[in-house]
C-alpha cells in the first residue's frame, strides 16, 4: 500500500474559495457582470438604467437604477452567497418569474473585483454605502435606486484575467448584452457611454413606431424594414414580435434574438422549430433574423438549468416546437401581393402633361386592357401545370370596371425574355418569371402531395434496416408515421427492420440512413420532419426544372396570367430559394430620378 502518498483528508473549502468557483460559472468577462447588474435592476422595477463602462469593462463597470431600492439591513445580506428576495420555498423554483433567483450574483462579482454597492430603498430617508474590500456601511445621499461599482474585475485571479480579450472585443461583448436587454424591455431606457463617450441613449418605446425605430438602431435600419409582425396565441402561450422577410436573410445566425417571459434563451428546440418553418422559403446557408417573444405559464419551463441562465427546459417541447413552426409558417405564408387600392385615375409616369410622349415611343406595348387580357387567356395553358391549384382561379373573364386594381397591376413587356415589365397602382413592377413560375408550381406540388395519397414504389429487392436496441424501440413507434409518408417498413428482429416500400419521389435516396436520421431525430427533438422536408426538396427540384425558362418569349395574356397566379399563391414574395420574385418601383422613386 505505499505507493498511497500525500492523500489530504476531505475539507471544507474556504468561503473565499467556494465565491470564486462560483464566480467562474456565473462571471466569464465583464459582459456577465454587466448582464447579472441590469437583471437586478429589472427585477427592482428600474426603467431607467445608467452603464458605465471604461477599459472595455476590465476597468469600471458602474451600473445606475431607478428601481426600489435596498433595504440597509439588506445590504451587507445582498453579497452573501444564496442570499435572494426572488424565491423563498422550494415551491417557487417551480414558477420563477423573475430574472434573478440564484442569489450568487452580486457574491461572485464582489469576489473577484472591488466593488461598491450604493443604494436607498425607496421608503428611506437616505441611501447607504458597502464596500466589499473592508465590509463598512456608511449613510451618503442616494436617490431612490442603486449604484454597483465594478473596478479591476479579476485583479486577485491573473490566470482568469489573462484569458479577456481585447479592450474592443470585451467591449463589444457588452454591447451585444445590452442590445439584447433592451430589445427585452421597451419600457426601460437605457444609456451607455465607454471610455466617458455615449454610444447610446434610447428612450422608453411605448408604440410600435418607436419599438421599430429601437429595432433600427440596435439591429440596423436594412432589419427593419423587412420585418413580418408576429401575434399568435393559444392554450396557454402567446407569440409576438418580428421575423424578417425571407428575401432578407443573413450568412450568419447573428440578428436571432428569442425571449421567453421576457429572458434572453437559447433552445435548440427554438433554433430547430424557426428553422423548419424557413424550411422552403430560404436557401441553404442563409439565417433569417427575428426578435420573438413568447409567454408561457413558469410552471411550465425550468429555468434552473444553468448558472448563466440563458439555457431552459420545456415541461412539453414538443408543443412548444409545433407551437412555434405552425405561427412562423402562417406568417410566412402571407408573403404575397396584397390588393392594392383602385386608383381613381391611370396612372402613368410619363403622362402627367398633356404633351408628354405616349408609352410607345419606348418600344413598349400599351398598357393592356382588361378585354384584351380576357381574349388570350388560353394561350397560358401551355404554363399551367395541370395539378388542382392551392387556391380558386381568378374571377370571371369580364370583372366589373370598378373593381381593385390587381396588387402586380397589368403587364407592359417582356424584357430581355427574363422579366415582365408591370405597371400597377404604385408605379412599377418587375418580375423575375422563372422565380415566380417554380413558387406557382411548388406550392401546387405541395398542395397535391399532401391532399392526396403519395405515390410509393416497391423496392425490388427489400432493403435491411439494422439498430441499436435503443433506436428499435423509437423506429417501432415510428412506424405509422413512416407509413402515412409512403413507407413501407416491418420489424424482422429484435435490432432489424426491412423497408419494402418507399415514397416514388425519394426511390433514388438512401432510404436507410433516411430512417436512421429520422430515429435519430426522434430521440432528440421527440419529433422529426426530415421525411417531409426531403419530399419537399425533391418537389422543389421538379418545381424549378418544369418552370418557365430564360429566353422563352411570353404573349402578353400569358404574363397577365401568371401575376394573376402570383397574387393568389402563399409564400410568392420569394422563390423556392428565397430570391424575390418581384420588385415595385414606387412612382415618387420614378419622379425623383427626374426631379420630379
Known amino acids: 500500500m505505499t505507493h498511497y502518498q500525500d492523500i489530504p483528508p476531505i475539507r471544507l473549502l474556504e468561503p473565499v474559495i467556494t465565491n470564486q468557483i462560483a464566480a467562474g460559472e456565473v462571471v466569464e468577462r465583464p459582459a456577465s457582470v454587466v448582464k447579472e447588474l441590469l437583471e437586478n435592476s429589472l427585477d427592482a422595477q428600474a426603467d431607467t438604467l445608467d452603464i458605465e463602462i471604461e477599459q472595455g469593462g476590465i476597468g469600471l463597470i458602474r451600473v445606475r437604477d431607478n428601481g426600489c431600492g435596498i433595504r440597509e439591513s439588506d445590504l451587507r445580506l445582498a453579497l452573501s452567497r444564496h442570499a435572494t428576495s426572488k424565491i423563498t420555498c422550494i415551491d417557487d423554483l417551480e414558477r420563477i418569474a423573475s430574472l434573478g433567483f440564484r442569489g450568487e450574483a452580486l457574491a461572485s462579482i464582489a469576489s473577484v473585483s472591488r466593488l461598491v454597492l450604493n443604494s436607498r430603498f425607496f421608503e428611506a430617508e437616505h441611501g447607504y454605502s458597502l464596500r466589499n474590500e473592508d465590509n463598512s456601511l456608511n449613510p451618503i445621499a442616494h436617490p431612490v435606486g442603486t449604484t454597483v461599482e465594478v473596478r479591476d474585475l479579476f485583479y486577485n485571479i491573473p490566470a482568469r484575467r489573462k484569458f479577456l480579450r481585447t479592450e474592443k472585443t470585451e467591449f463589444s461583448n457588452v454591447q451585444e448584452t445590452i442590445k439584447r436587454l433592451?430589445?427585452?424591455?421597451?419600457?426601460?431606457?437605457?444609456?451607455?457611454?465607454?471610455?466617458?463617450?455615449?454610444?447610446?441613449?434610447?428612450?422608453?418605446?411605448?408604440?410600435?413606431?418607436?419599438?421599430?425605430?429601437?429595432?433600427?438602431?440596435?439591429?440596423?435600419?436594412?432589419?427593419a424594414d423587412h420585418l413580418l409582425t408576429v401575434d399568435t396565441n393559444t392554450a396557454g402561450m402567446h407569440l409576438s414580435g418580428w421575423l424578417t422577410q425571407p428575401t432578407h436573410s443573413r450568412s450568419q445566425a447573428d440578428l436571432q434574438y428569442f425571449f421567453l417571459n421576457g429572458r434572453v434563451i437559447r433552445d435548440k428546440v427554438i433554433t430547430h422549430a424557426v428553422r423548419e418553418a424557413y424550411h422552403d422559403v430560404l436557401h441553404a446557408g442563409r439565417h433569417p433574423c427575428f426578435i420573438l417573444y413568447l409567454h408561457v405559464d413558469p410552471a411550465e419551463v425550468d429555468v434552473n438549468v444553468h448558472p448563466s441562465k440563458s439555457e431552459v427546459r420545456f415541461a412539453q417541447s414538443n408543443?412548444?416546437?409545433?407551437?412555434?413552426?405552425?405561427?412562423?409558417?402562417?406568417?410566412?405564408?402571407?408573403?404575397?401581393?396584397?390588393?392594392?387600392?383602385?386608383?381613381?385615375?391611370?396612372?402613368?409616369?410619363?403622362?402627367?402633361?398633356?404633351?408628354?410622349q405616349p408609352f410607345s415611343r419606348l418600344s413598349l406595348p400599351e398598357r393592356p386592357q382588361r378585354q384584351?387580357?380576357?381574349?388570350?387567356?388560353?394561350n397560358y395553358q401551355t404554363l399551367k401545370n395541370t395539378l388542382p391549384p392551392v387556391v380558386p382561379d381568378a374571377p370571371e373573364a369580364s370583372p366589373p370596371q370598378l373593381s381593385p386594381m390587381p396588387p402586380l397591376?397589368?403587364?407592359?413587356?417582356?424584357?430581355y425574355q427574363l422579366y415582365i415589365l408591370a405597371q400597377n397602382a404604385e408605379g412599377f413592377?418587375?418580375?423575375?418569371?422563372?422565380?415566380?413560375?417554380?413558387?406557382?408550381?411548388?406550392?401546387?406540388?405541395?398542395?397535391?402531395l399532401f391532399n392526396h395519397n403519395i405515390a410509393v414504389q416497391t423496392l425490388l429487392l427489400p432493403v435491411k434496416l439494422l439498430v441499436n436496441p435503443n433506436e428499435a424501440e423509437t423506429l417501432a413507434e415510428a412506424l405509422p408515421l413512416l407509413q402515412q409518408l409512403g413507407f413501407e417498413v416491418t420489424r424482422s428482429g429484435e435490432e432489424s427492420f426491412v423497408i419494402r416500400q418507399v415514397p416514388s419521389l425519394l426511390a433514388t435516396q438512401d432510404c436507410a440512413q433516411l430512417i436512421k436520421d429520422v430515429v435519430a431525430d426522434m430521440r432528440r427533438w421527440e419529433t422529426s420532419t426530415r421525411i417531409q422536408e426531403q419530399l419537399l426538396t425533391s418537389l422543389a427540384t421538379q418545381a424549378c426544372h418544369q418552370a418557365i425558362r430564360a429566353g422563352k418569349t411570353l404573349t402578353v395574356a400569358e404574363m397577365n396570367q401568371l401575376l394573376r397566379d402570383i397574387e393568389q399563391t402563399p409564400r410568392s414574395n420569394q422563390c423556392n430559394h428565397g430570391r424575390p420574385t418581384w420588385v415595385q418601383w414606387q412612382l415618387k422613386e420614378i419622379a425623383s430620378w427626374f426631379a420630379r
Open 372 to 378: 384584351q387580357v380576357q381574349e388570350s387567356l388560353s
Open 319 to 356: 408543443w412548444v416546437h409545433d407551437f412555434l413552426t405552425q405561427s412562423l409558417k402562417e406568417v410566412l405564408a402571407g408573403t404575397s401581393p396584397t390588393l392594392a387600392p383602385l386608383p381613381t385615375r391611370p396612372l402613368s409616369p410619363l403622362a402627367t402633361t398633356p404633351t408628354s
Open 182 to 223: 433592451a430589445l427585452s424591455r421597451f419600457t426601460v431606457g437605457f444609456k451607455l457611454s465607454h471610455n466617458h463617450k455615449i454610444l447610446m441613449a434610447l428612450k422608453p418605446a411605448l408604440s410600435e413606431n418607436q419599438q421599430l425605430q429601437r429595432i433600427a438602431t440596435l439591429c440596423g435600419t436594412e432589419m
Open 429 to 448: 413592377v418587375i418580375i423575375d418569371m422563372h422565380a415566380a413560375h417554380e413558387r406557382i408550381l411548388y406550392e401546387r406540388l405541395k398542395t397535391a
Open 409 to 415: 397591376g397589368y403587364a407592359l413587356a417582356q424584357l
